[in-house]
């Protein structure tokens, strides 16, 4: 006999109860965008694989490992999104949303995909919510966004988290500091991917985990220390918005995003309870990736938080959420006809905004009560077929067990006054 079917390796189930809480992360950090004037956008799940090889960057462990690439029916090359931007990005361009008023403010959440090896907080099926706004190259557009995130983490009570940032220069200072870090770099002892990878992107390299080339690269020129006059000046607009937003921060200068888009203001969420995935959010501008993808020349800043790390991060701390609870209301129908009047009182109070619940399968008294306490109700209503007869339904309070006889007419009225006592 074959055992049960069980989730792909590396991609988490969310179930009641504690589904809530992932719930109530992902819709917390919605709200903190919405708020800002974000409009929701649906990405698709897939696209064709080469917006991704384009937009995010040959050289990236996303693009070069991490991908879920498949040839669909008509044989052509599709990829599981990996991240967001470059899908947002697409769609911006496809609809024309960069051609109507600037900047274009958009949020979205669900899940993305990478071939990685799984461990606490890295998953292949990883849940993120996201913000771009695109079409304005303003440093205070940068402190919004990045504001939203840390406002985003702090309504679900998370306060042991940094926020790190740096810049990434622009087109005015990158090509001569490349060059620089290439020189530097060429004269080490590395091996022949990582001195392809310094070839393609030398950054890249200074976000190297292992050991030997953190120490081989501990003396490796900084972008923040050769920065042009006017990405000076922008990081500087940034630090003084953030400053006046009350949003704190330390500057780490060999921060490197694992995407090969961003440009200027760079920064990453970091929470140090959760061991070697610390990292609970990031992201950065992107100069000249509506130009990669065919579009027009124009800036955007965006981030990605993580719903799954933000989740064991608020268990680190030994916080939880509170999200939409269980049931409010318990039904407990004894016979047919009380069954059916139940369920239609069910559906009133429904129809109010109660969540209520029923006991299914013709249980006795004993059993449904059971079921009614378990269910995490706050009363029960109660009727047996004589009851319907009589007019009347049973409201029991399950923490004191006080029940009194409520005409039929009246239950929702007093179910109503109740709760919102």
């Known amino acids: ?107 979205y959440s669900g899940p993305f995909f990478r071939y990685e090896r799984p461990q606490a907080g890295r998953y292949r099926q990883l849940q993120q919510v996201g913000v771009e706004a695109i079409g304005v190259d303003d440093p205070a557009l940068d402190a919004e966004v990045i504001a939203i995130a840390d406002a985003g983490f702090r309504s ?58 953190r120490e081989m690269t501990a003396d490796a020129p900084l972008m923040l220390d050769h920065l042009s006059d006017s990405a000076k000046a922008h990081f500087e607009v940034v630090q003084a918005h953030l400053d006046g937003l009350g949003v704190p921060y330390v500057i780490n200068p060999r921060m490197v995003r694992g995407l090969d888009y961003y440009t200027k203001t760079t920064f990453e969420f970091v929470h140090d309870g959760l061991g070697a995935q610390s990292g609970i959010g990031g992201g950065g501008r992107y100069d000249g990736l509506m130009r990669q993808l065919g579009g027009q020349d124009v800036s955007g800043i965006g981030f990605g938080l993580g719903v799954d790390r933000t989740l064991l991060a608020l268990q680190a701390e030994g916080k939880s959420v509170t999200g939409v609870g269980g049931v409010e209301v318990f039904g407990v129908p004894l016979g047919d006809a009380a069954k059916l009047e139940l369920a239609k009182l069910a559906a009133r109070l429904r129809a109010r905004g109660v969540r209520v619940d029923l006991a299914y399968g013709d249980r006795g008294l004993k059993g449904a009560m059971k079921a009614a306490d378990r269910s995490g109700a706050k009363y029960a209503v109660v009727a047996g077929d004589r009851d319907i007869e009589a007019g009347t339904i049973g409201l029991k309070d399950l923490a004191t067990g006080e029940q009194v006889d409520v005409a039929a007419d009246s239950v929702v009225a007093e179910v109503l006054s109740r709760l919102a006592g």
């Open 156 to 213: 679900l009570g998370l306060d042991g988290f940094r926020l790190e940032l740096t810049s990434l220069g622009d087109d005015t200072c990158r090509p001569a500091y490349r060059e620089l870090l290439q020189a530097f770099l060429f004269k080490l002892d590395l091996d022949e991917e990582t001195r392809r990878r310094a070839e393609i992107n030398p950054l890249r390299v200074l976000d190297d985990k292992r050991p030997h080339v």
């Open 1 to 107: 006999m074959t055992s049960a079917f069980q989730a792909p390796k590396g991609v988490p189930d969310y179930l009641p109860p504690e589904s809530a809480q992932f719930v109530a992360v992902r819709d917390g950090l919605l709200t903190a965008a919405r708020r800002a004037g974000y409009g929701d956008i649906e990405l698709p799940i897939f696209e064709d694989t080469a917006l991704f090889a384009r937009g995010v960057g040959e050289s990236t462990d996303v693009v070069s490992k991490e991908m879920y690439t498949f040839a669909d029916r008509g044989d052509r090359s599709v990829t599981l999104r990996p991240e967001g931007t470059a899908g947002v990005i697409r769609a911006v361009i496809q609809h024309r949303l960069d051609r109507g008023a600037l900047p274009v403010k958009l949020c």
